[in-house]
Nanobody, 118 residues
Framework: QKRLVESGGGLVQAGGSPRLRCRGSGFITSVFNPLHMAWYRQAPGKQRELVATVSNSGTTTYADSVKGRFTISRDNSVKTIYLRMNSLNLEDTAIYYC?????????WGQGTQVTVSS
């Protein structure tokens, strides 16, 4: 069974720099490597929003709200993507979700809560 498993969230002080991980479980290499990957987040009372993407070739994109502060990366050898978050502020509090997709499939993780405290 193919699953995405996030980790690395928790309570973080403003200005902190946690790193989220999303590991692909049940994927064989030939299936995982071609997937485009992304991080989304959903804050309380708000819609889910796209945070960052990394394509199967390594191209990255970022939402304006996190550009220059967050870095997305992937390591296909361990079927994992990461989100390094720097200079966190209260507005970054949200559940962060990992996504993997191609033209035929769309996978979501269960989410990991990141709470930023002042």
């Amino acid at each position: 069974q193919k699953r995405l498993v996030e980790s690395g969230g928790g309570l973080v002080q403003a200005g902190g720099s946690p790193r989220l991980r999303c590991r692909g479980s049940g994927f064989i290499t030939s299936v995982f490597n071609p997937l485009h990957m992304a991080w989304y987040r959903q804050a309380p009372g708000k819609q889910r929003e796209l945070v960052a993407t990394v394509s199967n070739s390594g191209t990255t994109t970022y939402a304006d709200s996190v550009k220059g502060r967050f870095t997305i990366s992937r390591d296909n050898s361990v079927k994992t993507i990461y989100l390094r978050m720097n200079s966190l502020n209260l507005e970054d509090t949200a559940i962060y979700y990992c996504n993997a997709h191609d033209s035929q499939n769309n996978y979501w993780g269960q989410g990991t809560q990141v709470t930023v405290s002042s």
